[in-house]
């Protein structure tokens, strides 16, 4: 299976920061990455698909960057809305996996 | 729009089958472009694919739960069902099925709302 590894595990930041997040894949997984965004109690929307381009719907603030096995999630002015947990997933080959997941909280 | 929803028993006894129904509405379930899947997630925890199908294709199943899980499609009444046999309490979890686009870097772009499913004696 491809690991996938996240970092950090949480952070505390303040509306209007920017945000990186990271996620690393255990082999090359070309640029088969998706990121998803999480509230509690709800199911996860993706937001970024193909490491980079953004779904339809999710505001322009996300981007994410990456190819190979080193990815980022950016939110490049922090809303009240984007505090939440974030996943990436690699769909390069089954089983489908993700990171453990990075928690956005208010500082 | 692309709706799913979940169904079935939130409570099982040890040793039972879980057996989930997902239901899709706002589009077709028999287009071989896509992929239907389940997820879990434990409590405070993260998400763990178990496992997909599509119409034309037969299921593929995570390594892990391979020996336990069984994926189907039934396109005429437009669901699909997932069943895991001789669960534990390792099995509590909230299960979510969600459709995969299999012509756009396989991105989970449609998710059921989810339901928790509690193993408990």
């Known amino acids: 299976d491809i690991q996938m590894t996240q970092s950090p595990s949480s952070l505390s930041a303040s509306v209007g920061d920017r945000v990186t997040i990271g996620c690393r894949a255990s082999q090359s997984i070309n640029s088969y990455l998706n990121w998803y965004q999480q509230k509690p109690g709800k199911a996860p929307n993706v937001l970024i698909y193909?490491?980079?381009s953004l779904q339809t719907g999710v505001p322009s603030r996300f981007s994410g960057s990456g190819s190979g096995t080193d990815f980022t999630l950016t939110i490049t002015s922090l809303q009240p809305e984007d505090f939440a947990t974030y996943y990436c997933q690699q769909s390069y080959t089954t089983p489908w996996t993700f990171g453990q997941g990075t928690k956005v909280e208010i500082k | 729009q692309m709706q799913l929803r979940e169904s079935g028993p939130g409570l099982l006894k040890p040793s039972e089958t879980l057996s989930l129904t997902c239901i899709v509405s706002?589009?077709?379930?028999?287009?071989?472009?896509?992929?239907w899947n389940w997820i879990r997630q434990p409590a405070g925890k993260g998400l763990e694919w178990i496992g997909r199908i599509s119409t034309s294709v037969s299921a593929s199943y995570n390594p892990s739960l391979k020996s336990r899980v069984t994926i189907s499609v039934d396109a005429s009444n437009k669901q699909f069902s997932l069943k895991l046999t001789s669960v534990t309490a390792a099995d509590t979890a909230v299960y979510y099925c969600?459709?995969?686009?299999?012509?756009?870097?396989?991105?989970?772009?449609?998710w059921g709302q989810g339901t928790l499913v509690t193993v408990s004696s």
């Open positions: 193909g490491a980079s």
């Open positions: 969600a459709r995969e686009d299999g012509t756009s870097w396989n991105r989970l772009d449609s």
């Open positions: 706002g589009g077709s379930i028999s287009s071989g472009s896509y992929w």
